[in-house]
């Protein structure tokens, strides 16, 4: 499976941005499918993640309320819409995948296969 991420880009803070993940490739099988991002400096941390289904979706705490994680499976696609940015969510935004069963979802890093390339998202102050 390969992911290819895209949205990323420059936004004011409290700005949004939508960031899309393209899955092509063994997409016939099922795969969760989450949002991690790595800032200057720092560990990727796990930002949302989303169930094979769509049913499912789990955030960080730092991103919940303001965050979503929907996914078209008929694309074979998942979004981030991003509401309400702020200067420190600067970072790369990676979109990973793994083979899952029906309603699960994953937030550790080292539970995914596959990654994205990233997107860069900066928020200005």
């Known amino acids: 499976v390969q992911l290819q991420a895209s949205g990323g880009g420059l936004v004011q803070t409290g700005g949004s941005l939508r960031l899309a993940c393209a899955a092509s490739?063994?997409?016939?099988?099922?795969?969760?499918m989450g949002w991690f991002r790595q800032a200057p400096g720092k560990e990727r941390e796990f930002v949302a993640a989303i169930s094979w289904g769509g049913t499912k979706t789990y955030y960080s705490d730092s991103v919940k309320g303001r965050f979503t994680i929907v996914r078209d499976i008929a694309k074979n696609s998942v979004y981030l819409q991003m509401n309400s940015l702020k200067p420190e969510e600067t970072a790369i935004y990676y979109c990973?995948?793994?083979?899952?069963?029906?309603?699960?979802?994953?937030?550790?890093?080292?539970?995914?296969?596959?990654w994205g390339q990233g997107t860069l998202v900066t928020v200005s102050s």
């Open positions: 490739g063994r997409t016939g099988s099922m795969y969760a």
């Open positions: 990973a995948a793994r083979l899952a069963v029906s309603g699960a979802y994953y937030t550790t890093s080292h539970e995914y296969s596959y």
